[in-house]
């Protein structure tokens, strides 16, 4: 068995999820013939870093990436830092020849998502980005099901991703509500999401056309010392990236879709979902049932006819067969666990792992499409985003 040291950088809410996920996935996945080792997690605050590398398990703890992505023991780079330091690691990482996992959204643009692209690809190192809602077995399934026909022509794609996580207008501006250090808002956040499951399961966009909203666009500052949990401190700041964004699109196989995102959504925590129509049939995922999928075929006869509700709790169904025995549920830590199990079992064969920096790429041009599209009043190709 090999082991390939992991350098963590980051351990916030995503850093746990990771954590727990190298801790856990050659237990469940004791195929593996190579597995992590939890070598070096990497914050800035060395007091916080130091009680994380102890609480989750890992060996050593660094407080400059740069040390990290450097050292010659550390084999894989994982990045769970905000958005805007995402390109800066990743190319640094790639010239010092590490293979590099990094959390979405991959970056705050196309520009920087391409300058990450072009380093993996130089450097030929392996890379994924990390969109594991594709790791839910009932979405697997749903690939599956489109993949052999089942749903016939692809028609038309549905999505939503509604939370409410900022609909106090006393939530102070954190950096997810800067453009200079996000990006965009909830566009780039949730709907980057829902970007990825159309290109898995429906195909590549064509053109799109899109509109933003700033509900609150000033708030407290943020206090000294607070992150995630967000205190408000003295004065006040601005928002200037989108707390809703909808969009439409036209993908080049002849489906068409619209999506939704929002952070103003009252009593939704984290509502991803999404249905999908083809010529044949229909299928429906809401995450707050993650181990559901409903399916409706055309093919049954007409008395049978109705949403089926899958429980994809059974051995046949996409990944579960590692977990509990059938009917026993899984959760979102799970995905994860999937999600660093396809990663190393792409050293056993010899792949670079899905979705990788090419997918990121991709998903990133349609992102700056729609907010294009939305400054512009108008449709935008995917192709104008270079």
Not at 110 to 122: G, I, Q, S
């Amino acid at each position: 068995m090999k082991r390939k040291n992991v350098g963590l950088i980051g351990y916030g809410f995503m850093g746990k999820a990771h954590s727990h996920a190298y801790m856990d996935v050659s237990f469940f996945y004791s195929d593996l013939k190579t597995i992590p080792k939890m070598k070096t997690i990497c914050g800035r605050n060395e007091k916080a870093v130091a009680e994380a590398a102890k609480r989750y398990g890992w060996e050593n703890y660094a407080t400059d990436w740069r040390k990290v992505v450097k050292d010659p023991e550390i084999d894989v780079i994982d990045i769970v830092t905000p958005t805007y330091t995402h390109r800066d690691i990743a190319v640094a990482a790639a010239e010092e020849g590490k293979d590099i996992f990094c959390e979405k959204p991959p970056a705050r643009n196309f520009y920087e998502a391409k300058d990450m692209y072009n380093a993996v690809r130089k450097a030929c190192v392996k890379n994924m980005i990390g969109f594991n809602y594709r790791r839910v077995p009932a979405i697997a399934l749903a690939k599956k099901l489109i993949d052999e026909g089942c749903l016939g022509e692809i028609r038309h794609f549905r999505g939503l991703y509604l939370q409410d996580w900022i609909i106090d207008p006393e939530f102070p501006v954190t950096w997810h509500l800067q453009k200079e250090k996000a990006g965009a808002g909830v566009h780039i956040d949730l709907n980057s999401h829902l970007i990825d499951l159309s290109r898995y399961l429906v195909g590549e966009h064509e053109k799109v056309v899109g509109m933003t909203k700033t509900f609150i666009q000033e708030r407290p500052s943020l206090a000294e010392g607070s992150t995630f949990g967000a205190r408000g401190g003295e004065g006040r700041g601005k928002v200037d990236v989108d707390d809703a964004t909808v969009f439409m699109t036209k993908f080049k196989n002849g489906a068409i879709g619209c999506f939704e995102a929002t952070r103003f959504a009252g009593g939704r925590k984290n509502h991803l979902s999404f249905e999908i129509n083809g010529s044949k049939g229909s299928i429906k995922f809401n995450f707050e049932e993650m181990n559901r999928l409903k399916f409706y075929s055309m093919e049954d006869p007409n008395f049978l006819r109705g949403f089926r509700d899958i429980l994809v709790t059974e051995n046949n169904h996409p990944y579960i067969s590692v977990w509990w025995p059938p009917g026993h549920l899984i959760g979102y830590e799970n995905t994860f666990i999937n999600q660093f199990a396809d990663f190393f079992k792409s050293y056993d064969e010899e792949i670079n792992p899905k979705p990788d920096f090419e997918d990121a790429l991709k998903c990133q041009q349609v992102i700056d499409a729609v907010l294009r599209s939305a400054e512009a009043g108008r449709w935008v190709d995917i192709s104008e985003i270079q």
